[in-house]
């Protein structure tokens, strides 16, 4: 089985040279670049191919924000996981915005890191608890402090609602069907849907129109 390849852009040398020694003692993951700003990045990107980036949101020149918008105008398919000591709202919703797939906290255990990572890497989306909280708060804002929706706004039924926030939460396809009592396939139909009529790509877009349009209700 061929490994995930990593690359960790963070400012603290001995943070990455820590993590990047943890996470090369698995047999599925191989840290292949680790790097201290956006700039350096950028090199580094071109020369490497990775399956998933591991972004601080702090550092010098380019921050991990700026930094993740450029990734993924230019490499769409390399997935992005925020790494951070900051649980702040704002900067969880603006990496979001901003393409990553993922938020973990510094703080978190191996294990959840690694189960992130791997996450990301088939394509799915993770968050930790705080980031989650945050992003459900925002989908979960009462009619009456949500902004008039705009007109050119594609109606979603009431499952496909329902099917988005549970994306939101990070449920999988299968956790969705039993929240919901419904088929796998029939969840993989309205994600598909989802899709298609928001004409957008991937998870991380399904959770960036949701917040923007402010569409779920409680």
């Known amino acids: 089985m061929s490994k995930i390849k990593v690359i960790i852009t963070d400012d603290h040398k001995m943070f990455r040279e820590g993590i990047k020694n943890i996470l090369n003692d698995r047999d599925d993951i191989e840290v292949i670049a680790e790097v201290g700003s956006g700039e350096e990045l950028m090199e580094k990107i071109s020369k490497n191919s990775a399956h998933v980036i591991l972004m601080d949101i702090h550092m010098p020149g380019i921050n991990g924000i700026e930094t993740t918008k450029i990734i993924k105008k230019k490499y769409p398919n390399i997935s992005i996981l925020t790494l951070s000591t900051s649980d702040d709202d704002s900067y969880i919703i603006q990496m979001v915005n901003?393409?990553?797939?993922?938020?973990?906290?510094?703080?978190?255990?191996?294990?959840?890191?690694?189960?992130?990572?791997?996450?990301?890497?088939k394509g799915d989306s993770y968050f930790c608890k705080e980031a989650s909280n945050t992003i459900l708060a925002q989908l979960n804002k009462p009619k009456n402090e949500k902004s008039h929706k705009s007109q050119n706004i594609t109606p979603l039924s009431d499952r496909e609602i329902e099917v988005l926030k549970l994306i939101a939460e990070g449920?999988?396809?299968?956790?969705?069907?039993?929240?919901?009592f419904i088929s796998v396939r029939t969840v993989d139909t309205h994600r598909r849907n989802l899709h298609q009529k928001l004409d957008i790509k991937n998870t991380a877009g399904l959770m960036n129109y949701a917040i923007k349009n402010k569409l779920l209700d409680i």
């Open 171 to 180: 449920l999988t396809n299968k956790e969705i069907g039993e929240r919901l």
């Open 98 to 121: 901003a393409g990553a797939k993922g938020y973990v906290l510094k703080s978190t255990g191996i294990e959840e890191l690694v189960t992130a990572i791997k996450t990301l890497a």
